[in-house]
């Protein structure tokens, strides 16, 4: 678990993150139908207790999206601090880094979010289109080592997000039988491949 003492002021944070991981874990199972009875039914407590913690289901879940997002920049970083690494293969990774707990869950269903759930289909967005400083100085510093060909940047971003957007829109993965990750790759192969010498 991910020590988030210094994201939550209360001392409900070790709860907190075990109700989120729960939640992963019944989404992957129910998808979007899941209720606040099936999240304490996973980690045997009282449904009474989870509202100690969370207003409702889509508070839950955009205090989910962060979690996840956030767990994606840790493993960004890793990714960035590790020496055995070359520039464009810390490029690669970190444009397709997804940590190892993360390997379980079913993003392809997130594209219900959109009809269900406005706002935390726009929190998913807006977390999608911020936190690029380190891939851009990546790429800048690939620039500079000849490894990746000039290109604009808010060019490549833009093909990036507007890819993973579409996954969360369609159902494009799902009738593909593609998993998250698998589309991912592939777009992610697709762009590299274009950029490097």
Do not use: C, H
Not at 47 to 62: A, R
Not at 112 to 140: A, C, F, H, Q
């Amino acid at each position: 678990m991910r020590d988030l003492s210094f994201y939550y002021k209360d001392d409900n944070s070790e709860l907190r993150e075990k109700i989120l991981l729960s939640t992963m874990e019944v989404f992957n199972s129910k998808g979007l139908k899941f209720t606040m009875d099936d999240i304490a039914r996973n980690i045997n407590i009282s449904k009474k207790t989870i509202y100690k913690v969370f207003n409702d289901k889509e508070e839950m879940f955009l205090e989910l999206v962060d979690y996840l997002f956030d767990g994606i920049k840790d493993a960004e970083m890793e990714v960035a601090n590790d020496e055995s690494l070359s520039t464009l293969e810390k490029i690669r990774k970190i444009l397709g880094v997804m940590p190892n707990s993360y390997k379980d869950i079913d993003f392809r269903q997130l594209y219900m979010l959109r009809d269900k759930y406005p706002k935390i289909y726009e929190k998913v967005e807006e977390r999608l289109e911020n936190g690029w400083e380190l891939t851009i100085s990546l790429i800048e510093k690939g620039m500079e080592e000849g490894v990746i060909r000039p290109i604009r940047i808010p060019i490549l971003k833009m093909m990036l997000e507007s890819s993973l957007e579409q996954f969360f829109r369609r159902d494009v993965l799902i009738s593909n039988k593609m998993t998250y990750q698998d589309g991912l790759n592939e777009v992610v192969d697709i762009l590299v491949d274009g950029i490097s010498k």
